[in-house]
């Protein structure tokens, strides 16, 4: 697949209501429509902001363990490797030309001896801009990341999520995860 090829195009969607809904969406020609494509690199500068608003958000909650919101730009290279690196990508959601969303997803290879051999999508992290939430538009962009990971034969999809998170986790669950283990942390500073 091509990066920034319009999901319309994927061919592999399963034709769940959900999924209705989503390719509604992609092909609505209407300018308030969000439209969903792979990043490009010269989305960064737009995705280094939402990414900012999404660890501010975690920043907030924990900033013992977050960092506190910077310079957009100082965490460029990191989202650079799920747009670059291989069996990685970035989904937007943008409307108006203007982007307002964003999830960045992987293919792990499991192989370590004590664990079945499994190849997993993994999700990094997803964003959608605050006056843009509760129209499933996080939705749509777990079910891009979903196929993406099936399309490259992944038959497990994993996340991590912070305990404060209630939000995401009721998405989550909405959508079919389930809880399979707890990271516990404690201050002993
Ligand atoms: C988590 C997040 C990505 C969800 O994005 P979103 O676009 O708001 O998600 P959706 O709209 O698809 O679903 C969220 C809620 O809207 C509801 N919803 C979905 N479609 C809707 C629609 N068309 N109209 C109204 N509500 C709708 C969903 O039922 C869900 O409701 P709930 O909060 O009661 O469970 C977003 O809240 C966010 O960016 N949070 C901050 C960053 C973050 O926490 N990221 C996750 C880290 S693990």
Known sequence: MIKGQHPAQYGYRLLTPYRLRLTALTINSSQ???RYREALISDLPS?????????AFHHDNLPDIFAAEGEPERDRAHWLQSIERENATTFVA????????????????????????????????IGVSFEFRGQGIGRS?????????????????????????????????ELGYEIRSNFLGKRIA
């Open 32 to 34: 308030n429509m969000p």
């Open 47 to 55: 995705i280094c902001v939402l990414g900012n608003e999404v660890n």
């Open 94 to 125: 943008e409307v108006s030309g203007t982007l307002i969303g964003f999830v960045t997803v992987g293919i792990v290879d499991e192989s370590h001896s004590l664990l079945q051999p499994l190849r997993y999508g993994r999700i990094g992290t």
């Open 141 to 173: 962009l777990m079910a891009l990341a979903e196929d993406w990971a099936h399309a490259r034969g992944a038959v497990d999809i994993r996340l991590n999520i912070w305990a404060f998170n209630d939000r995401a986790m009721r998405l989550y669950k």
